[in-house]
């Protein structure tokens, strides 16, 4: 049920305006400002939250033409080159410390890693069970760590 009493968007805007002091008689003016700032975050939420599942979809229907123009067979090898890269480029961190051309290798490999490991889920589906698994077991071995 809308409310009854309304009032201007600019009013609106000069209540909410922190700085805003002004005495009020009652309450109305206050509560139908504060429901249309709420109403509009609300719309900007739920315009937020389209937006986003819009871009997850356009990323999952990249993923998915990759592994139907190139296949299967040669996305998984090409995870598993990618993730070999990553492992070479986190042995020089460990041997050679982080200079800037070793950070900025390990960011490009795990971004490359990360774009197979989605081409691997179009491949063999969701796991996310398995990583519910996976961080529970982790979260009870830190456990006294993690409070």
């Known amino acids: 049920m809308k409310n009854e009493y309304m009032i201007s968007l600019d009013r609106a805007i000069e209540i909410l305006n922190p700085e805003h002091r002004e005495d009020h008689p009652n309450m109305d003016e206050i509560n139908e400002a ?14 937020e939250n389209a937006e986003n599942i819009q871009a997850a979809q356009a990323e999952m229907a990249i993923y998915e ?3 139907q123009r190139f296949g299967e067979q040669a996305q998984i090898l090409i995870a598993v080159e990618e993730m ?12 050679y410390g982080g200079a800037r051309e070793v950070l900025d290798s390990i960011a490009e490999e795990r971004a ?15 796991n ?20």
């Open 34 to 47: 504060c429901r249309m700032g709420m109403e509009a975050m609300q719309e900007l939420r739920d315009r």
């Open 65 to 67: 033409a990759a592994v």
């Open 84 to 95: 070999a890269e990553l492992t070479k480029a986190l042995l020089k961190y460990i041997r």
């Open 112 to 126: 490359d890693v990360e774009i197979m490991l989605n081409q691997l889920h179009v491949i063999f589906g969701d």
């Open 128 to 147: 996310s069970e398995w990583e519910c698994k996976k961080l529970d077991r982790l979260a009870a071995f830190l456990e006294p760590d993690v409070k």
